[in-house]
């Protein structure tokens, strides 16, 4: 449920509050020398180990039944693959965390601070995950996901124009609202969109997809960054974020018309 996966969210992105907030204590302690970012990513390596050290020692996946063949071998819903397409088409022109970051110095946030910025709107995200997941079980989680990409386009056209410090700020909670609103409601539409015999198939496919979208789209958008402008990247990630919000708002629309659909 949108609930389950929004809690899974809250938790999780705890840590990616905390340490930025370490990171950006050394650099305004030591300064933002070479020696500074080798000892941050060192420090950063320790969770890592940590974290695959406990799911070595303490995790144990349960037994699990073998679906029958002819059950695996059902096509997935058409609903399913609309979905995979419109999200596909906006992650394809998404600008990439770590140029917002960049967009950050264009405004006048000092290197020391960018970690700040970067645990402000993650702990946005991690602070409306879950009431956004519970929210999305009432009303529907297309609804919801279409919000999230709209929200986007708004913070890719405002950043696309250089806007003043205050109002970056506030960009910068907006894009940690959108990851609140599409993240873990996403996760949980794959589920609710396929049969539950065809939940590994369906997110194999989705994030495959998804994921050689965001490589091509990064490389691309990269290269209009360099070679046009930052805005017209960011222009263009709006226009991807708006096609974006609009199919997923037109196939909420589609279940919608149907009595029996329930929300999803």
């Known amino acids: 449920s949108g609930r389950l996966f929004g809690f899974h969210r809250l938790i999780d992105t705890t840590g990616s509050v905390l340490g930025p ?9 030591i300064g933002t020398s070479a ?3 080798r000892l941050i990513f060192a420090l950063a390596a320790v969770p890592g180990l ?10 144990r996946e349960p037994e699990r039944s073998v679906a029958a063949p002819a059950a695996a071998a059902r096509p997935l819903p058409w609903r399913f693959w609309i979905f995979t397409l419109g ?14 970051l960049v967009r950050a110095g264009d405004v006048g946030i000092h290197r020391a601070l960018i970690p700040v910025l970067f645990a402000g709107f993650t702990l946005v995200y991690a602070l409306m995950s879950y009431p956004i997941g519970v929210w999305s079980d009432r009303i529907g989680k297309l609804p919801v996901l279409a919000a ?10 405002g950043f696309a124009r250089l806007p003043g410090l205050d109002l970056a700020l506030w960009l910068f909670a907006l894009y940690g609202l959108f990851y609140a609103l599409t993240e873990g409601s996403g996760r949980a539409l794959i ?37 046009v402008s930052p805005r017209a990247a960011f222009d263009l990630s709006a226009v ?5 919000c609009l199919t997923l708002a ?5 279940v919608r018309r149907r009595p029996s659909a329930e929300k999803i």
């Open 191 to 227: 589920a609710d969109l396929v049969e539950s015999h065809s939940h590994g198939s369906a997110y194999a496919v989705f994030y495959a997809v998804t994921g050689v979208a965001v490589i091509v789209g990064g490389y691309g958008l990269g290269r209009i960054w360099d070679h």
């Open 21 to 29: 907030l370490v990171a950006a204590g050394l650099l305004i302690l």
């Open 87 to 100: 999200t596909t088409v906006a992650v394809l022109t998404k600008i990439n965390d770590s140029l917002f």
């Open 250 to 254: 037109g196939l909420a629309w589609s």
């Open 50 to 59: 940590i974290a695959l050290g406990l799911i070595w020692l303490g995790v």
């Open 148 to 157: 999230g990409w709209l929200v986007l386009a708004v913070v890719e056209f």
């Open 240 to 244: 991807g974020s708006l096609i974006g």
């Open 35 to 37: 020696g500074t970012y």
